[in-house]
Nanobody, 125 residues
Framework: QVQLVESGGGLVQAGGSLRLSCAAS????????MGWFRQAPGKERESVAG????????YYADSVKGRFTISRDNAKNTVYLQMNMLKPEDTAVYYC??????????????????WGQGTQVTVSS
């Protein structure tokens, strides 16, 4: 079993930045590909970014490319999401997720076995 705990959410003005962290425990972190997802009120959950087990491969949703950066520190068992130039439409609950099956991660939430509790990000205009 893997436990994931997100932190770093909050309220920020449009154009600002936040860095989300997700600390993992319970299993070798380097055996897990990681993803960030978000869900806004009344909307479906969507993939934001993902990173492979070793960190050498990443992917992003088109809506965040050039603004968000996913990274990981396997020595600290932590994955990060640096969010710059935030927009009101980025407002959502952000979740990190882990998969032991997909080496490069996946854009599909169903491919992830483990999920954090979520952290709220609110961007004011």
């Amino acid at each position: 079993q893997v436990q994931l705990v997100e932190s770093g959410g909050g309220l920020v003005q449009a154009g600002g930045s936040l860095r989300l962290s997700c600390a993992a425990s319970g299993r070798s972190f380097s055996s897990l590909a990681m993803g960030w997802f978000r869900q806004a009120p009344g909307k479906e959950r969507e993939s934001v970014a993902g990173i492979s087990r070793g960190g050498g491969n990443t992917y992003y949703a088109d809506s965040v490319k050039g603004r968000f950066t996913i990274s990981r520190d396997n020595a600290k068992n932590t994955v990060y999401l640096q969010m710059n130039m935030l927009k009101p439409e980025d407002t959502a609950v952000y979740y990190c997720a882990a998969t032991s099956t997909y080496f490069y991660g996946s854009r599909y939430g169903d491919h992830y076995e483990f999920w954090g509790q979520g952290t709220q990000v609110t961007v004011s205009s």
